[in-house]
């Protein structure tokens, strides 16, 4: 049993190997071939971005981190809660999203939640939180249904009420899109005969929108306390995964629920910015002479403004596509390739030059943001961790392969699951 479940793992491990995917829960893949060409240069360049008490050590584990950079995307299937950690459809939420949603998830995910009484005859719907008025939202109303079926002491519940009882039974199980949890909260405000016998059955809206903004903070957290504890295993994973979560942040199309044009008629739009124009121009025009990290005194808002930034792109990336799509021919615009033993068809060089060019070399500016925000993150983990001085005799003699170990037994122990 073991054994099919390893190879399951590795033939997986291997097909998105050879096949990026972006997409969104329950949605099918869109193949994005080289899809993580990008991912491995900005994580290696980042290195070079760091002070010299650092720059040792990274520059001795560059090769992992640089390979390892895409572990994030190799996981997406495996693991539940890892895809909605790559983006955040911020125009799913309205045209001012970026100021006023949350910055807490725990209350992004109440103020969204559906809530239900439930047991094994009714289904009652208790708030229903997408009819909330703007001068109401620091309230939940009980629903017609919900109050003839039960006596409603109170007019409503006060969100952060709500807020703080779901934090200490729910939130624990962080991965759940639902929980079903008892319904001893509900004793000062509602009464029935049978109450004993009901369940509160919440329902997450807000997360399959993407979380982006609010997973790299947790990780960040992480990488300070592998500092701290001068884990080498951890700080290595977890440097390399935080570089490709910012990675996905200063992507435009990451923002948005239009995140491969399949809402305007631009299939594979994404691959195009994200990959075929790295690809093709990285290395030959590229500057990524960027400067040295600095100090980040607030994970949480920076990381916000870099989604604010890359979302502040969306219609450019979209609408100049789309242009140039109509006044090149049709049959100057794809090419075919052999990839990976196959024809691939892609962006022709002279198309993705003018697409590069009409957007003012757009990719190039999100590229260099990029590594210098990875430098930065990962210097700042280390100065909140105290600064700690990594023995150079602790990581020379340090086994990569224990790391894939150690991942592999956690995998199959932990029903698929390696996130701390």
């Not at 998105?16 to 949605?27: A, D, H, K, L």
């Not at 045209?95 to 009714?122: F, H, M, S």
């Not at 700690?388 to 020379?396: E, H, S, V, W």
């Amino acid at each position: 049993m073991k054994l099919n479940l390893k190879i399951g793992l590795l033939l997986l491990w291997l097909s998105v190997c050879m096949f990026g995917f972006i997409t969104r829960p329950n949605e099918k893949p869109t193949s994005m071939v080289w899809g993580f060409y990008a991912h491995k240069m900005l994580n290696k360049l980042a290195v070079f971005t760091l002070p010299e008490q650092l720059i040792e050590f990274y520059k001795d584990q560059i090769e992992y981190i640089t390979e390892h950079a895409v572990d994030p995307d190799k996981r997406r299937y495996a693991i539940r809660g890892e895809a909605i950690r790559h983006y955040i459809d911020l125009d799913h939420w309205g045209k001012d999203a970026i100021k006023q949603l949350p910055r807490n998830l725990n209350e992004a995910i109440v103020n969204q939640a559906q809530y239900y009484i439930v047991n094994d005859q009714d289904t009652l719907l208790v708030f229903d939180t997408l009819q909330i008025k703007e001068n109401q939202k620091d309230t939940f109303y009980y629903t017609e249904q919900f109050k003839q079926h039960f006596t409603v002491f109170t007019n409503g519940i006060a969100k952060k009420s709500m807020l703080k009882w779901v934090e200490k039974y729910a939130m624990s199980t962080y991965d759940e899109v639902e929980w079903i949890v008892s319904t001893d909260f509900f004793a000062d405000f509602i009464s029935s005969p049978t109450r004993s016998t009901y369940n509160l059955l919440i329902i997450d809206k807000y997360s399959p929108h993407g979380i982006l903004p609010y997973a790299l903070p947790q990780v960040y957290r992480r990488l300070v306390n592998a500092f701290k504890e001068k884990n080498i295993l951890k700080i290595i994973k977890l440097s390399a995964d935080i570089g490709h979560y910012i990675g996905d942040a200063h992507v435009p199309l990451h923002t948005t629920k239009n995140y491969n044009g399949q809402l305007t008629n631009q299939d594979g739009i994404h691959a195009f910015w994200e990959s075929r124009i790295p690809e093709l121009f990285a290395e030959t025009e590229f500057d990524f002479i960027v400067g040295q990290a600095t100090y980040i005194d607030n994970i949480s808002d920076y990381v916000w403004k870099i989604i604010e930034k890359s979302h502040s792109h969306v219609d450019s990336v979209l609408a100049i596509e789309k242009r140039i799509s109509q006044s090149v021919p049709k049959d100057q615009q794809y090419c075919y390739e052999q990839r990976l033993g196959a024809v691939t068809k892609l962006p022709c060089y002279d198309y993705a030059k003018l697409y590069n060019v009409q957007l003012d070399n757009q990719v190039e500016e999100r590229f260099r943001s990029c590594i210098l925000a990875i430098g930065s993150i990962w210097m700042s983990a280390w100065t909140d961790a105290g600064q700690p001085i990594l023995n150079i005799t602790d990581y020379k003699n340090w086994n990569p392969g224990a790391l894939n170990d150690s991942l592999s037994v956690k995998t199959i122990n932990n029903n698929i699951r390696i996130h701390e």
